[in-house]
């Protein structure tokens, strides 16, 4: 009795200790990922604009860790951004990598899912798609014609993979990520997204566990934390202080290589 006794404990330290080891490993990797990683020489830059965001591109190409822009292309089932043609042929020019993202709406879900894929195109393999949710009904919002439900979210995200064989990628906020992290933790589709994460600071200590891990692109700053009377935290030549800034988990390498992967 005291054999096993001991074995067990033994072996019970072991595991224990194992179970230690990864965790901190794990906590490790996660506080790596969120802390300021744009100071890093081989993190890539990545901007998303709208047509009110100013862009000198001869001035942005002066810094050379901007890979790719991922612009907005429509809204509800009618919006659609008058510099998004425009923009996208410039950038392809110029060698960017190119994305566009859809904002949604209540209602009409399917309706502005086929509205989203006439305007970018249905067969752009070279391209990232993207959903952004400002808002969920469980989330604060001050704007009701944002605040989505996850079914909607869930059915415009398999329409994009239905008709194009790629998943979107999933742009939400600290709110909407806690939201959904908490009640939908193990959800099959979402956990299959990849995370487009806002949170406008340096350093995150509360990234909502649950659906996902980490992010995949963070947007970290913008004219939210990046005013002239504020300490920008990175500020991309040739853009101006409202611009939206955003960084990949990764190298710039490893981005240039796999931007037509993500969401696949």
Not at 180 to 204: M, Q
Request: proline share 4%; aromatic share 14%; net charge neutral.
């Amino acid at each position: 009795m005291k054999l096993i006794s001991s074995n067990f404990l033994k072996e019970g330290k072991s595991g224990f200790a194992l179970l230690l080891f990864l965790a901190l490993t794990g906590f490790a990797q996660l506080t790596d990922d969120f802390n300021a990683p744009w100071t890093k020489p081989e993190t890539p830059i990545i901007i998303d604009a709208y047509y009110n965001n100013s862009i000198d591109w001869d001035e942005m190409q002066k810094d050379k860790r901007v890979v790719g822009i991922l612009h907005k292309a429509t809204e509800g089932i009618d919006f659609v951004d008058p510099e998004y043609q425009t923009r996208k042929n410039i950038a392809k020019q110029k060698g960017y990598k190119w994305g566009s993202y859809h904002l949604l709406r209540k209602g009409n879900t399917i309706e502005q899912a086929e509205f989203y894929l006439e305007t970018v195109g249905r067969n752009n393999i070279d391209e990232i798609t993207a959903l952004d949710v400002e808002c969920t009904e469980n989330s604060s919002c001050n704007v009701p014609k944002y605040r989505v439900s996850a079914d909607e979210i869930k059915i415009f995200l398999k329409y994009v993979k239905k008709k194009t064989g790629s998943y979107p990628i999933f742009y939400a906020n600290q709110t909407v990520v806690k939201d959904l992290s908490e009640n939908y933790p193990n959800d099959e589709i979402l956990s299959k997204i990849p995370l487009w994460y806002a949170r406008f600071k340096s350093n995150v200590t509360d990234f909502p566990g649950g659906i996902w891990k980490t992010y995949t692109f963070w947007q970290f700053s913008s004219e939210i934390n990046c005013q002239p009377q504020k300490q920008c935290l990175y500020r991309v030549p040739g853009t101006l202080s409202d611009m939206d800034i955003n960084v990949y988990n990764g190298t710039i390498n490893e981005l240039k290589k796999n931007w037509a992967n993500i969401g696949k």
